[in-house]
């Protein structure tokens, strides 16, 4: 074995062992003990072969984890516990779109990854949707929720703006006490001029993070922007960057429109440039 390569694994067995040996110091048997004996009645030993166990399995796993997240697609990987509703266009439509930019929404299908759920707004409630929604939380494990989109959704009300904005808080508010994260997809009418974050009733406040994309014409070419609103307990990146969706390079967030100003007064100037 050359000098080089045995230098490298000797830093990767260093970095390794203190990746444990600081882990092992977080979740100090002093302070854990106590919440392990008071949650599951056990005694100081049971709990102590407990806390062995998980910290031994996580410490075997980081290696051939680390292999496998580095030899395949991570989009194969770590999408766990998903779920998508349908309210606004049919489930073969999604996927021919999906993976036209090279999402394999079929291999997350086969895999157990990803649920696609077709909802036709005008044959269901807005309890029997909720209720779908708990379903697929409380007994399939869903970790993530994407409802596509509000526009369909407004349909399951079958009411007023208060109506449809009560129905989403009671949602949002569901998922969020079961640690499940929503994702709630609003399009506007209005692709250019006046920026708005949704349509009609007033969501926005409900969401812990906002990223809009918006529409710019520049040169007699249609662009696309994106950004991030607002995100709710962290800093989060101000700069709009330039947004494309191609078949051969899939989903691409590019450089900053680093000489773009009034996209959200609706007259985008160029002249920075």
């Not at 929404?105 to 990854?113: D, F, L, N, P, R």
């Not at 007699?220 to 078949?247: C, M, N, Y």
Request: glycine share 8%; no cysteine; net charge negative.
């Amino acid at each position: 074995m050359a000098v080089a390569e045995r230098r490298s694994w000797g830093v990767l067995a260093s970095l390794f062992l203190l990746s444990v040996g600081f882990t092992a110091y977080v979740i100090a048997p002093a302070s854990v003990f106590p919440l392990v004996m008071a949650e599951f009645g056990i005694d100081k030993p049971s709990a102590s072969a407990s806390i062995s166990a998980v910290f031994l399995t996580w410490a075997v796993l980081q290696i051939p984890g680390g292999y496998v997240l580095d030899r395949h697609d991570n989009r194969r990987l770590v999408v766990l516990g998903s779920v998508i509703f349908l309210l606004e266009e049919s489930e073969a439509t999604f996927r021919h779109r999906s993976e036209a930019i090279g999402l394999p929404v079929s291999e997350m299908q086969a895999a157990g990854t990803l649920a696609i759920k077709e909802v036709e707004s005008s044959q269901q409630s807005a309890q029997e949707f909720a209720s779908a929604v708990r379903t697929e939380v409380e007994e399939h494990g869903a970790e993530i929720v994407m409802i596509d989109g509000i526009a369909g959704y407004r349909l399951l009300v079958r009411g007023g703006n208060q109506e449809v904005l009560r129905n989403l808080h009671a949602l949002g508010k569901y998922l969020k006490n079961m640690g499940v994260t929503g994702i709630y997809i609003s399009e506007v009418s209005n692709i250019t001029g006046e920026f708005s974050v949704t349509e009609q009733e007033n969501i926005s406040y409900l969401a812990d993070t906002i990223v809009f994309l918006r529409y710019l014409e520049h040169k007699a070419e249609l662009r696309k922007a994106i950004g991030v609103l607002k995100k709710r307990s962290s800093d989060f990146e101000r700069t709009l960057r330039d947004f494309e969706i191609q078949s051969d390079t899939g989903v691409q967030v590019g450089a900053p429109l680093t000489g773009l100003r009034g996209i959200l007064r609706g007259t985008p100037d160029w002249s920075a440039e």
